[in-house]
């Protein structure tokens, strides 16, 4: 199940993904908002990166006017691996190698149909599993947990 929030900017381009995501049958929730009344876009993506990382959803989408805002904030917390994308071969990479659990956009950056293809890329690239991926998102949790071990090179 995929947690969906986005603040005003993003606001008209979260109704096309939810689109999206009803088309494929995909199940979701929206954690707001819900019009293009000024939000803080922090509490939103609390909201989303918080129902990630308890696991009672697998992975989120968070837009805001640049992407930039939401993935900031949603990185903040223990967990989550959030990545702002603009292309789809990003969007494949973060699934593949860092096993990016939320996926960002910028409503005022992106177009429908490339924000589409982008969302439908990254919702269905698996994480590759390869050990030297796995590793390093491993040492990103230590950095997290400030259990880092920089020795190792």
Do not use: W
């Amino acid at each position: 199940m995929t947690a969906i929030g986005c603040d005003q900017g993003g606001f008209a381009l979260k109704q096309e993904i939810l689109k999206y995501l009803e088309q494929e049958k995909i199940p979701y929730k929206d954690f707001g908002s819900y019009d293009t009344a000024s939000v803080d876009y922090p509490l939103i993506a609390e909201k989303v990166a918080r129902a990630v990382a308890s696991g009672e959803y697998e992975n989120g989408i968070l837009i805001c006017g640049t992407g930039i805002g939401v993935s900031i904030a949603a990185n903040k917390i223990k967990g989550i691996r959030a990545a702002l994308c603009s292309d789809c071969f990003s969007a494949e990479a973060t699934r593949q190698h860092n096993n990016a659990n939320i996926l960002c956009m910028g409503g005022r950056v992106l177009g429908t149909g490339l924000a589409v293809k982008i969302t439908d890329t990254f919702l269905k690239t698996p994480f590759s599993g390869v050990d030297r991926h796995q590793r390093r998102i491993d040492e990103i949790s230590a950095l997290e947990n400030g259990t880092a071990d920089n020795q190792r090179q």
